[in-house]
């Protein structure tokens, strides 16, 4: 009996209602499941999860829902083989599964060591104070909170397991739970993943419900403080921007579109160079790696006019190497496209492109395959044959600019300079990606400057970078992924910016001890408070933001200027010799710098032994004031901010770095120095 696909809803698996969809094997035709598509009640679907799941989730700090990250990753990691069972049936290779499953892991485990960048708290505190007022009593500081939504993600066919893990990542990582809606020709390869994380007990309950069928209507119910994305066609996408709700409501709309991706091959890039060798091996890679169903693939190779035949010619010989078949067939290095439905557009938007660019590699209608043992169908699995068309006339025959064959397809067309290159790249209309392969460090920024504004990220290969490179088509959890105009205008990942993206951003202001009180980070003029103890001799636990120190006084003499020039052999003019002062902003000799600051350390450091375990390093550091010989200048140590540090094993030491700002004046109460210093500094509780 053909399995069920089942959703993942109000804290239980359940079918769907009604009207069936059959899901197919992609090299065989066989149906492998049904996936219900009707019956959802999405308003009590997103209202469980901004219920249940969202209050759990707020509650965590960064650090605790990076760790939840970090082991729901190694769960998966273990299961993963389960998973590349499955995905063979999508028509996807072990190489091309690889990308899908362990990449999407591989998510996981970035945004898990994201949490290093945030604080151990459920909230974040953004960028530097603001001063409002001449007093100093009045201030801003931007702080960014969970929205109290949920995350909704539609998600497209082609990844089924990383389109939905590298969304998850971000917002789970920000204190936001989601409602995932994968795409329903691969829905079993994400409803085996949901089954895994759910059976795993890692999440709170509500952090994560699936929606396997169709999504209609999900969108009616949305509000203002969920977040939308989508990932799929720009046309879809334009529709699902404009929903009434989306509009009404003011909900953030991430838009991730197909998109006309470009490769530029460089003037200097000739035959028998690194970087023509790289750009055919990426062209090729980009349109055979999941059959060209990527979103990032390469959609149209710009060339040198005079190396078009050059370039036909070797992306011809290459792509002859990919043998096409049963994915777990022997030497098989292209699988089949989703399904027949993809395979079908794909041909007619082949044969539209084909009226002005004729097709000069490959076979529309045959293919030979391999792997018929295993039930390998050429007539009813959704293989194809690589193709190359070719245009040479593209700013004549812009089919090739605005419409995209979503396979293994690329269209080659010359360019007669870098500015003809750079305009035909931009033809695209906003992409995810572009490559340039070269070796010239001044067309890579004269096409870099001129592409920028129409791509969201550039891809610059040469023979330097090649053995490490990720590739054209590789999205990296640490930079933004997205594009403007036909790519969406979204952001996706991107470290930091995308987990800001499922927060809400608001502007505090206040007086320093206010604000130092809400964001538990000590503002330069709020209260503080001062114990008979040194802070060098208290825990971590035991340290309060805001506890002071105040040092003795030292006059700084002109021996204690020679001395450190000595020792630290810094020996400018300004430290040392007196009669090179005329014309610069110095009155006399002047201290160090770093003197200042090495013997502010001197002032408040405690020399005992006690919980600080050691130094570990200066943040920021300003020299505000010359100090000259006869200047006595005193040091403030305040405890800024804790940060909570996780021990590696149960041998580790419980410990935490605290900042602590370091203000240098002198005698007139005026600041010569501040810095921001760290200390390792150990707990009470070792537990």
């Keep these: 009996m053909t399995p069920t696909l089942e959703n993942y809803t109000l804290g239980r698996w359940m079918p769907g209602a009604a009207d069936p969809h059959e899901l197919r094997d992609a090299s065989t035709g066989e149906v492998i499941a049904l996936a219900n598509t009707e019956g959802f009640d999405f308003e009590e679907i997103l209202a469980y999860g901004r219920r249940v799941g969202n ?47 362990e990449g999407g892991i591989g998510n996981l485990f970035a945004n898990a060591s994201l949490r290093r960048k945030f604080p151990d708290k459920p909230f974040y505190v953004e960028g530097e104070p603001v001063g409002l007022s001449k007093g100093g009593t009045f201030m801003a500081q931007h702080l960014l909170v969970p929205k109290e939504g949920v995350a909704v993600h539609i998600n497209a066919y082609n990844f089924p397991i990383w389109g939905m893990l590298e969304k998850i990542a971000v917002n789970l990582l920000a204190g936001m739970p989601a409602v995932v809606k994968p795409a329903v020709p691969g829905a079993y390869l994400t409803e085996a993943v949901v089954r895994e994380i759910i059976a795993s007990g890692i999440l709170p309950e509500g952090a994560l419900q699936l929606v396997v069928g169709s999504g209609q209507g999900i969108l009616d119910h949305v509000m203002y403080q969920d977040v939308v994305t989508f990932t799929g066609s720009a046309a879809t996408g334009a529709k699902l921007r404009a929903h009434p ?41 980009e349109m055979t790696a999941k059959c060209g169903q990527k979103c990032t693939a390469i959609r149209r190779a710009i060339v040198p006019a005079d190396l078009l035949e050059d370039v036909q010619i070797a992306l011809g010989k290459a792509l002859a190497q990919t043998t096409i078949g049963h994915p777990q067939a022997e030497g098989v290095r292209m699988g089949a496209l989703a399904g027949r439905e993809q395979a079908e557009r794909l041909r007619e938007q082949v044969r539209q492109l084909a009226k002005t660019t004729p097709i000069v590699y490959g076979d529309l209608e045959n293919v030979e395959i391999l792997g018929k043992e295993r039930g390998a ?13 070719r245009n040479d006339q593209p700013f004549k025959y812009l089919d090739s600019h605005e419409l995209e064959a979503f396979g293994p397809v690329v269209t080659l067309m010359p360019y007669h300079d870098l500015s003809e290159a750079t305009q035909l790249a931009n033809l695209g209309k906003g992409s995810l990606v572009c490559s340039l ?34 590739g054209h088509g590789s999205p990296l959890p640490q930079l933004v992924h997205g594009g403007p105009g036909r790519a969406g205008g979204g952001q996706e990942m991107g470290g930091i910016r995308g987990v800001e993206h499922f927060m809400q951003r608001v502007a505090l202001q206040g007086s320093p001890s ?9 503002q330069t003029g709020a209260q503080t408070v001062e114990y008979d103890k040194h802070p060098f001799q208290r825990y971590f636990e035991e340290l309060e933001i805001g506890e002071t120190y105040t040092t003795h006084k030292h006059t700084v003499t002109e021996a204690d200027i020679s001395a450190f020039a000595g020792i630290s052999g810094d020996n400018f003019y300004a430290h040392v010799d007196a009669t090179s002062l ?43 004031k010359p100090v000259y010989p006869g200047t006595t200048i005193g040091v403030q140590l305040t405890v800024k901010e ?21 203000t240098v004046t002198d005698e007139t109460g005026d600041t010569v120095a501040v810095a921001t210093i760290l200390t390792m500094v150990k707990k009470k509780n070792q537990a």
């Design 55 to 101: 209050p759990k989730l707020r509650r965590m700090t960064f650090h605790e829902r990076g760790q939840m990250l970090k082991a729901l990753a190694f769960h998966l990691q273990e299961k993963k083989e389960l998973f590349y069972e499955l995905s063979y049936r999508s028509g996807a290779t072990r190489a091309d599964s690889w990308i899908d499953i």
């Design 245 to 285: 709700r989306i509009i009404s409501e003011a909900v953030p709309f991430t838009l991730e579109a197909d998109s006309l991706n470009a490769a530029v091959l460089g003037s200097d890039a000739r035959p028998g160079t690194p970087e023509f060798d790289l750009f055919i091996k990426e062209v090729r890679k």
């Design 377 to 389: 169908d050429a007539a009813k699995g959704a293989f194809i044959s690589p193709i190359v068309l």
């Design 437 to 470: 392969a070269t070796n010239d460090p001044r067309t890579a920024q004269e096409f870099v400057l001129g592409a920028a504004t129409h791509h969201g990220r550039i891809l610059v290969l040469n023979g330097e970078m090649a053995k490490e490179s990720t």
């Design 514 to 522: 206010m604000i130092t009180a809400i964001t538990e980070v000590y």
């Design 582 to 624: 005329e014309g610069t902003l110095f009155t006399g000799r002047v201290a160090h710098g770093y003197y200042i600051l090495s013997k502010a350390a001197g002032m408040f450091v405690d020399p005992r032994k006690g919980p600080v375990l050691l130094n570990y390093g200066l943040d920021e550091c300003r020299f505000t």
């Design 642 to 662: 804790k940060i909570g540090q996780e021990k590696r094993d149960e041998t580790d030491i419980a410990k935490g770095i605290v900042r602590w700002l370091v």
